[in-house]
């Protein structure tokens, strides 16, 4: 049971380290990059400013950024992609489940709050939106085309790249394993749609699987809801029916 217990513990560990490793791969091979460094004082200069010039900001950061570039954004547990079209303008997938309910462009350009967020990923409902550069950061520093370190493809050109991201604004069916802002800007910027953050949930699923140690931690998870909430068929049958599909697809 301390085997399985421990097993457990490794994998919600790797999920969470995830954005982690993302983070350290981008640094190794961007930190002393110069456009990486201008970044930084355009940045500064945007945010320290007590009445900021939108034009100025614009001028700046059009100075960093090119037409066509993938903006990375790193969260807790996960990663956040756009591709800059220039004028301070991102083009980004996001979860949000506002445009099923209204077509006023106003309301649905606001900034999705988490609770819109939360929504659009369980009703499956997304738009790919315009936002800044600094709505889009949402605080948060900005990594600059680092995918192109692990993606073995060459990026396209990058009026390609900012016209195929133009021409999918608006709404969109969303999946958070097959249609997510990974899989948009990799298509945009490469030509295919991937998900490397999905590739490696993937494996990691099939890594439990596959694993039988995951049996009786199963097993007995199910065993102590059947305690807590008694014996009826939405306790008994998961508590039968996922040790047992583990055990056969190991």
């Known amino acids: 049971m301390l085997d399985s217990l421990t097993l457990l513990l490794k994998k919600v560990l ?9 983070q350290f791969r981008t640094s190794l091979f961007f930190s002393d990059t110069q456009r990486e460094r201008e970044k930084k004082i355009v940045t ?4 320290k400013e007590e009445v900021p010039d939108p034009s100025a900001c614009t ?7 090119q037409r066509g570039d993938l903006l990375e954004v790193p969260r807790t547990l996960f990663t956040h992609f756009g591709i800059y079209l ?49 709505d889009f950061a949402y605080g948060a520093s900005i990594l600059l085309n680092a995918m192109d370190t692990t993606v073995q493809k060459r990026p396209l050109d990058g009026e390609e790249i900012a016209r195929r991201a133009e021409e999918m604004v608006g709404k969109i069916p969303y999946s958070l394993l ?8 990799t298509y945009c910027r490469y030509g295919s749609a991937i998900s490397i953050q999905t590739d490696k949930f993937c494996d990691w699923l099939k890594s439990v699987i596959r694993d039988h140690r995951s049996v009786p931690l199963t097993a007995f998870l199910g065993i102590l809801s059947i305690l807590s909430l008694g014996m009826s068929p939405y306790t008994m049958l998961p508590t039968l029916l996922i040790p047992f599909t583990l055990w056969m697809a190991g």
């Not at 001028?59 to 950024?65: I, N």
């Not at 980004?92 to 819109?116: A, C, E, G, W, Y």
Request: proline share 3%; aromatic share 8%.
């Open 86 to 134: 220039g004028d301070n303008r991102v083009a980004h997938l996001i979860p949000d489940i506002l445009p099923l309910f209204t077509t006023d462009k106003l309301s649905v350009q606001v900034m999705v709050t988490n609770k819109r967020l939360v929504l659009g990923v369980l009703s499956k409902s997304a738009s790919i939106r315009v936002d800044t550069v600094e």
């Open 59 to 65: 001028a700046l950061t059009d100075s960093l950024y």
């Open 44 to 47: 500064n200069h945007c945010e």
């Open 178 to 185: 097959w249609n997510n802002c990974e899989h948009f800007v």
């Open 14 to 22: 790797f999920l969470t380290h995830l954005n982690v490793f993302n």
